[in-house]
């Protein structure tokens, strides 16, 4: 081999050097980045999931409050509006349990306060990035926020109020006629009425009859 060869070659064995250096940390680059993406998409599932339990918790805790106002129209016509806010227990629990199922947790967690029924959730995930490859990076947790509303299906439809007795009976000790004077706690104060055609007649004597909450209102992500 003459000597120009062996310089040629000696000039080559850096180059090569440093492009295979150079693809390496182009590969560890793209790693890096990998790595974050299925990061946050991950934490951005935990917060999905951690805010939709909360939701549903909420609506859940509702249940034994409508069956105790079986006789109160104004509750039900409140319930079943766009303006209603949920019940007075909080639901937050729900929303660590499931970040925590999913290897997360819960940063903060709080009620709507612009007027829906529903929550917010933002959460960091347990674990950090493996890599400093791209400066502080290295044991970076993703962070994701999400938000969940309660909606109704329904709409409350209020029972005719029954015509006067045009021959009202004049003696006040006479015994009244189960089946012409019904007793008013036990009448019906109207009816749910539910996309798909779903009703549900509120019947005091019977809160077993109730549908499940989840065919009275629907849970669903929204924006912030």
């Known amino acids: 081999m003459n000597s120009e060869a062996r310089v040629d070659r000696g000039q080559a064995a850096p180059l090569y050097i440093a492009a295979v250096a150079g693809l390496l940390f182009a590969a560890l680059v793209f790693f890096a980045f990998g790595e974050a993406d299925i990061r946050r998409n991950g934490a951005q599932s935990a917060a999905d999931a951690a805010v939709l339990a909360a939701a549903k918790e ?34 937050c629990w729900k929303a660590s349990d499931f970040a925590a199922r999913n290897k997360a947790s819960v940063v903060r967690c709080s009620p709507l306060a612009d007027g829906r029924w529903g929550y917010e959730v933002r959460l960091k995930s347990d674990r950090g ?5 791209v400066p502080g990076t290295e044991g970076r947790k993703a962070e994701a926020a999400a938000v969940a509303v309660i909606e109704p299906r329904c709409a409350f439809v209020a029972a005719e109020s ?33 996309d798909g055609g779903l009703d549900w007649s509120l019947d005091p004597e019977d809160p077993t009859l109730m549908p499940d909450m989840a065919d009275l209102f629907t849970v669903r992500l929204a924006e912030d």
Do not use: W
Not at 129 to 133: A, K, V
Not at 163 to 184: C, G, I, K, L, R
């Open 58 to 91: 909420s609506r859940s805790l509702l249940e034994p409050d409508l069956k105790a106002h079986l006789t109160d129209p104004q509750y039900f016509e409140s319930v079943f509006s766009a303006s209603f806010l949920g019940g007075p227990d909080n639901a």
């Open 129 to 133: 990035m493996s890599t400093d490859i």
């Open 162 to 194: 029954p015509a006067p007795d045009p021959d009202p009976d004049p003696d006040p000790d006479s015994d009244p006629d189960p089946d012409t004077d019904p007793d008013p706690a036990s009448a019906s104060i109207g009816k749910i009425r539910c």
